[in-house]
């Protein structure tokens, strides 16, 4: 029988114990979000970001600017934040508009404010396994998951399906520094299906219904599904054929329900954390 893994119950009991941490405070944590443009998906986000963080006791600002935003303006903005001691964490939404080079303007957040751990410097302390300001949420949240579950990881082999910087890389980072023995796959793998089979943990960011099938899964394994997508009739289903994967696996997360909730849970934990190192 395959055991579900619930992120909604663990984002529940992370979030709830965070809110009461922060009434022992004076000051509010304050978390500020940068979105770009009109489009929907990242405004209901970005909502639900703010909504959750003042739910829990933090300062929360959405700062929203038009698509037509210049490179100049918007590392303006950032400069404020990072200049203004009651914004503890900075978030811009991504993707940004195509005339903007992200890679600057991630590099502009000070650090010590990057909530997401996009800044090279919190990439490269994970990387060589120091601890950086602050971890990328998603696959944070999804280490989180294992360990409430008390999933082994370390001498486990873990597969990892995608290799973007906001999820497949910085998993990847994650689950070597606790001693699992990582491949990374993309679109360019050859035999995909057969690494996925040699998986203990298997972990899909790819953004495609349906994509891991029954047969790419080894009795026993754990699944964990990252990836949102809508269908046809605009249910949220994830990366992987949930029904047929559940009757192999020993561990499964669902979509929506399982990885989800848990970026929205460590990006308060994330603040939390950002705040405590500027008022030590
Ligand atoms: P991304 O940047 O589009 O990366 C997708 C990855 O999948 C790429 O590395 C790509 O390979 C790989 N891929 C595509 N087709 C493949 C194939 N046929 N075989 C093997 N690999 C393939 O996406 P992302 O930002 O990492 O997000 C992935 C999914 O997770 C999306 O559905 C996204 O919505 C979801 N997501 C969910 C959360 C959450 O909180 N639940 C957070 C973040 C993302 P190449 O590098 O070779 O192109």
Same mark, same amino acid.
């Given at each position: ?7 909604? &119950? *663990? ?26 443009? &009109? ?11 703010? $909504?959750?963080?003042?739910? +829990? ?6 700062? &929203? ?15 404020? *934040? ?15 508009? &195509?005339? =903007?080079?992200?890679?600057? =303007?991630?590099?502009?957040? $000070? ?9 090279? !410097?919190?990439? /490269? ?15 944070? /949240? ?10 082994? =990881? ?6 990892? =399906? ?18 699992? +023995?990582?491949? !990374? ?32 899964? $080894? ?8 990836? +949102? ?6 249910? *949220? !289903? ?6 047929? !994967? ?11 329900? /399982? ?11 994330? +603040? ?9």
């Amino acid at each position: 029988m395959v055991n579900l893994i619930n992120g909604r &119950e *663990l984002s529940e009991k992370i979030v709830g114990k965070i809110a009461l941490e922060v009434k022992n405070y004076d000051k509010k944590p304050g978390l500020t979000v940068i979105i770009v443009g &009109e489009d929907p998906a990242s405004k209901i986000y970005v909502n639900k970001k703010k $909504k959750t963080a003042e739910k +829990t006791g933090f300062n929360s600002e959405i700062i &929203e600017l038009p698509d037509n935003v210049s490179q100049q303006e918007l590392e303006k903005y950032i400069d404020e *934040l990072n200049n203004n001691s009651a914004v503890d964490a900075i978030l811009v939404q991504l993707p940004l508009p &195509e005339h =903007i080079n992200t890679y600057e =303007i991630l590099e502009k957040i $000070k650090p010590e404010k990057d909530v997401d751990g996009f800044h090279p !410097v919190n990439v /490269g302390r994970l990387v060589i396994g120091l601890d950086p300001y602050a971890v990328s949420c998603t696959p944070f /949240g999804v280490i989180k998951l294992l360990e409430e579950y008390n999933i082994e =990881i370390e001498g486990k082999n873990a597969v990892i =399906i995608g290799r973007s910087n906001i999820v497949g890389k910085p998993m990847a980072s994650l689950l070597l520094n606790k001693n699992a +023995t990582v491949t !990374v796959c993309h679109s360019r793998t050859k035999n995909l299906a057969e690494v996925c089979s040699r998986a203990d943990i298997l972990i899909s960011a790819v953004g495609r219904p349906k994509f891991v099938k029954a047969e790419w899964v $080894k009795q026993g394994a754990t699944v964990i599904d990252v990836g +949102t997508n809508r269908t046809e009739e605009g249910k *949220l !289903v994830g990366d992987v054929d949930f029904e047929e !994967v559940s009757k192999k696996a020993a561990y499964i997360t669902p979509v929506p329900g /399982g990885v989800g909730p848990m970026t929205i849970a460590m990006l308060l934990a994330n +603040t939390l954390e950002l705040f405590k190192l500027h008022n030590k």
